[in-house]
């Protein structure tokens, strides 16, 4: 009578190692894809963060900024030709087209403030990207002076 009894334990406890080995294998791979789910999470949310962007501000917030931070630079990005029709007050000429190139000579401090324009914002949106992508870190794109309010300089010879 007792190796009956002691087949139906053995059969038990087979049923139940076998039970336990699925479910430990299941379980394995329960937190193996947790586990890569949430690495991917944290890649995908710390890329995103990290890439900086120009911020676009207002015409009104530029001249809050330029009045509130008198070492901020403002950069016309237009030409030359346009530069010398009129230009806001205190304005640097540096053509979006020679950012590359001479934005090192005139902006030599890559953490101070950088306001930018030029005549409706396509040019001053691809000059602040380009001072982002070369490591600048505060760049205001204000649009164009065709929306600035405000007092702009007029060359003697064009104010006739």
């Known amino acids: ?26 379980l394995l791979l329960a937190l193996t894809a947790a586990i890569m789910i949430a690495a991917a999470l944290i890649v995908l949310l710390t890329s995103c963060t990290a ?25 016309d990005v237009r030409t030359q030709q346009e530069f010398g029709q009129g230009h806001i007050p205190n304005a640097v000429l540096l053509p979006n087209t020679e950012i590359e190139q001479r934005a090192a000579e005139i902006l030599p401090y890559k953490d101070e403030k950088i306001l930018l324009y030029c005549r409706t914002g396509r040019r001053s949106a691809e000059a602040a ?32």
């Open 1 to 26: 009578m007792t190796k009956p009894q002691f087949r139906e334990i053995d059969s038990s406890v087979g049923k139940t190692a076998k039970f336990l080995k699925r479910s430990s294998f299941t």
């Open 129 to 160: 990207q380009k001072l982002i992508d070369m490591g600048y870190l505060r760049v205001y794109d204000f649009g164009g002076i065709v929306d600035w309010p405000y007092q702009i300089e007029i060359p003697d010879d064009r104010a006739e």
């Open 51 to 75: 890439a900086p962007s120009a911020r676009t501000i207002d015409a009104q917030t530029a001249l809050q900024m330029i009045e509130d931070d008198p070492s901020a630079i403002i950069i």
